[in-house]
């Protein structure tokens, strides 16, 4: 049975800072594309970054430049650092394990699994 458990959210200034993680049990991160997603109050889920099994990696236009996902095999943990943040990336961020090795980034129909979420809170 997976697992996926979300912490490191919270509520920063604009222009701030957090780094979110994402621990898998069950199965581990290296062979499957792995992924944070987010949902803002009224708006649908929509993928943020993606990092597929070869280590490639896919960013959405909204954060490109300022945030980060990355993966640690040893200890299954999946990151997403996200930097000069702005009040419209406030959501709750979903961390999120794909039945396939690549191609998860942006479509909700190819996640086996999701964490529970963590909120992030962005004041101006």
């Known amino acids: 049975q997976v697992q996926l458990v979300e912490s490191g959210g919270g509520s920063v200034q604009a222009g701030g800072s957090l780094t979110l993680s994402c621990t898998v049990s069950?199965?581990?991160?290296?062979?499957?594309?792995m992924a944070w997603f987010r949902q803002a109050p009224g708006k649908e889920r929509e993928g943020v970054a993606s990092?597929?099994?070869?280590?490639?990696?896919t960013y959405a236009d909204s954060v490109k430049g300022r945030f980060t996902i990355s993966k640690d095999t040893a200890v299954d943990t999946l990151y997403l650092q996200m930097t000069s943040l702005k009040p419209e990336d406030t959501a709750m961020y979903y961390c999120?394990?794909?039945?396939?090795?690549?191609?998860?980034?942006?479509?909700?129909?190819?996640?086996?699994?999701w964490g529970q979420g963590t909120q992030v809170t962005v004041s101006s």
């Open positions: 069950g199965r581990a991160v290296s062979n499957r594309c």
């Open positions: 999120a394990r794909s039945p396939w090795s690549q191609g998860c980034g942006n479509d909700v129909k190819r996640i086996g699994n």
């Open positions: 990092i597929n099994s070869d280590g490639t990696t």
